[in-house]
């Protein structure tokens, strides 16, 4: 059974550009979130995603939109990069309406940005 | 009054001893509260987790003791073994909404 795997592992860009990263959620689950890590910090809640719509934003800016796919896959876009923007993207998934709130996490995307 | 507030920072602990974790939260909606382990350049774990109708829950050695009244809940991992040492999380949510993260505890066993 796979769980929740995201790519690529490790990602370096430069200020103004824009990158995406990419979510399959664990086997059975339909829910996506994916939450910034910075260093020595706790994962921050950046948006969820349900039924290909968002359902719940944190306070992140417009700079940071995401999709899901009908297959439940997922993609983080974060356009007009910012040096603030360097940290490690966590996907996380959970089964709606599930009797349980687990939610399981991916390895994450380490975003370096320069 | 989503917060979640975590103590201490950092703790060192020696091998064989027992790890405690404080974490205090504002929600009174909140209805899972969830702890993490993380070790570097990995994803958080989830380590054990309990709901406000049960005053404690425990898996091997981890421990969670939950305190509805004064909204704490704290993490307690006897035997402590050097395998242990890594970043601890404690969160909240309700329902299938948003994790809200503490801001981490780093453990360290020591010989």
């Known amino acids: 059974d796979a769980g929740v795997t995201q790519s690529p592992t490790h990602l370096i860009k430069t200020r103004g550009q824009q990158v995406t990263l990419r979510c399959s959620p664990k086997?059975?689950?339909?829910?996506v979130s994916w939450y910034q890590q910075a260093l020595g910090q706790g994962p921050q809640f950046i948006f969820q995603?349900?039924?290909?719509?968002?359902?719940q934003r944190g306070n992140f800016p417009d700079r940071f939109s995401g999709h899901q796919f009908p297959n439940y896959s997922s993609e983080l876009n974060v356009n007009a990069l910012l040096l603030g923007d360097s940290a490690l993207y966590l996907c996380?998934?959970?089964?709606?309406?599930?009797?349980?709130?687990?939610?399981?996490f991916g390895a994450g995307t380490r975003l370096s940005v320069l | 009054q989503q917060q979640v507030k975590q103590s201490p920072q950092s703790l060192i602990v020696q091998k064989g001893g027992i790890s405690i974790i404080n974490c205090a939260y504002e929600?009174?909606?909140?209805?899972?509260f969830p702890w993490y382990q993380q070790f570097p350049g990995k994803g958080p774990a989830l380590l054990i987790a309990?709901?406000?109708?049960?005053s404690e829950k425990k898996e091997g050695r981890f421990t969670i003791s939950f305190n509805k009244s004064a909204k704490q809940f704290s993490l307690h991992i006897m035997d402590s073994q050097p395998g242990d040492s890594a970043t601890y999380f404690c969160?909240?949510?309700?329902?299938?909404?948003?994790?809200?993260f503490g801001t981490g505890t780093r453990l360290t066993i020591i010989p």
């Open positions: 995603y349900y039924e290909e719509e968002e359902r």
């Open positions: 086997s059975g689950h339909d829910t």
């Open positions: 309990i709901r406000p109708d049960v």
């Open positions: 929600n009174t909606a909140f209805d899972y």
């Open positions: 996380a998934s959970t089964l709606a309406g599930g009797s349980k709130n687990i939610q399981y």
């Open positions: 969160a909240a949510n309700f329902g299938n909404e948003k994790l809200t």
